[in-house]
């Protein structure tokens, strides 16, 4: 998601009525001397600090959506499909930090599950195929939003847009597929 940002920060015609990019505060040299993709990177890295969105209080896909709310691409995600990206945040989260050990933060986060603190995470073929299609979803549903706001700005026809067609309709396959994982 950071590229897709600094992609978007990076060309003004994208970004000039988002409220908080505009209220950025930058160097102005070092912005008028950057490329697009600088220009991109130091208005992120200036929104993530302004936004405080790399602050504990927005973790994990919370701080995702919250970036993708400033840059005007929020939008309600499929419940369910929100919440296996919340689990395979914190999966990944204890992997990565608790040695697969499950904590108080990940049972607080994903109260579905039926794991006790402590407990080492044994994960199956299935739900690592069911976080890579929960991923695939999200990741379309950030390109319709993108076409959407493409279109609504006048930047790309309707032409262009007829994609969304075919994303949607992965999209329905992905929450017929969910069904089989629980």
Not at 54 to 74: D, I, M, P, V
Request: glycine share 6%; proline share 1%; charged share 35%.
């Amino acid at each position: 998601l950071d590229e897709l940002a600094i992609s978007l920060l990076g060309e003004p015609q994208l970004i000039k009525d988002c409220y908080n990019v505009q209220a950025i505060k930058v160097n102005a040299v070092k912005l008028m001397a950057a490329s697009a993709y600088e220009r991109g990177d130091l208005l992120l890295f200036e929104l993530n600090r302004d936004l405080k969105l790399s602050e504990s209080n927005k973790t994990g896909f919370g701080r995702r959506e919250a970036l993708l709310t400033e840059l005007e691409l929020g939008g309600q995600l499929d419940k369910e499909v929100r919440k296996v990206m919340i689990e395979f945040s914190e999966v990944r989260n204890a992997i990565v930090h608790n040695r697969g050990r499950v904590d108080k933060d990940f049972l607080k986060k994903c109260e579905w599950l039926t794991l006790e603190q402590g407990a080492k995470l044994s994960l199956r073929l299935d739900d690592i195929e069911r976080y890579t299609n929960a991923m695939e979803f999200f990741l379309v549903e950030i390109l319709i939003r993108v076409i959407t706001r493409l279109r609504a700005k006048g930047l790309i026809g309707d032409e262009e847009s007829k994609a969304i067609d075919k994303y949607r309709e992965f999209q329905q396959n992905f929450r017929a597929n969910l069904e089989k994982y629980k």
